[in-house]
């Protein structure tokens, strides 16, 4: 039992490309989040998805979009890369009312 | 909107003494409360979580919290630490659900001997 897993851990990408985060989860869970985590300013939550087909914005949305097509998978992907979109980014999923399982993050540098 | 407050950034205490991480929040309704911890290059991990019912809630590794409306905390205890504690410690606030917490900026936790 994996959990929840992010490809890749780590990424340098220079301003202006795109790439794209991969998030899997085995918990058959509905709920699917993407945070970034930045120095001082805790968990920040970017776009989360209730279920298969759908997605929401959350507190930091632009700049980024994403896709659930399967409902093991949540896919975050940069369009084009900033400078001020370098962070640590996380993924997790939950059941509704319980607590969040968090993946090991994905560590993205814009150079 | 909601809102929570980890006013110490960075707390020092020694091995076996007791630990409190404070957590203030701000919220319209019934909160849902948690409790995650953060080691160096890792994840968060759940440690607990508060929806109802009793106010002093159980988590993993002996942690414990609880959850006073009247001044809107819900602070992090633990008697007695160990050095393996050491980590980051988050406090979220949300509605019923998961899909808006909101995490306050994290306590880091160190251990002396």
């Known amino acids: 039992n994996a959990g929840v897993t992010q490809t890749p851990k780590f990424r340098v990408l220079k301003t202006g490309q795109s790439m794209t985060l991969l998030c899997a989860q085995d918990m058959n869970h509905e709920y699917m989040y993407w945070y970034r985590q930045d120095p001082g300013m805790g968990l920040r939550l970017i776009h989360y998805?209730?279920?298969?087909?759908?997605?929401a914005k959350g507190e930091v949305p632009d700049g980024y979009n994403v896709s659930r097509l399967k409902k093991q998978n949540f896919l975050l992907g940069l369009e084009s890369a900033a400078p001020s979109q370098t962070s640590v980014y996380f993924c997790?999923?939950?059941?509704?009312?319980?607590?969040?399982?968090f993946g090991q993050g994905t560590r993205l540098t814009v150079v | 909107a909601q809102s929570v407050t980890q006013p110490d950034i960075h707390i020092t205490v020694s091995e076996g003494a007791s630990l409190e991480l404070r957590c203030n929040y701000s919220y319209g309704a019934t909160p849902y409360l948690f409790w995650y911890v953060q080691s160096p290059g890792q994840g968060l991990q759940l440690l607990l979580k508060?929806?109802?019912?009793?106010?002093l809630v159980q988590g993993i590794k002996g942690f414990e919290a609880e959850f006073k409306r009247s001044q809107s905390s819900f602070n992090l205890r633990k008697p007695p630490v160990h050095w393996s504690d050491a980590a980051e410690y988050f406090c979220?606030?949300?509605?019923?659900?998961?899909?808006?917490?909101?995490f306050g900026t994290g306590t880091r936790l160190t251990i002396i001997p």
């Open positions: 508060y929806f109802s019912g009793d106010t």
């Open positions: 997790a999923s939950s059941l509704r009312k319980e607590g969040a399982f």
């Open positions: 979220a606030v949300g509605p019923f659900g998961n899909e808006k917490l909101t």
């Open positions: 998805s209730v279920g298969e087909g759908t997605t």
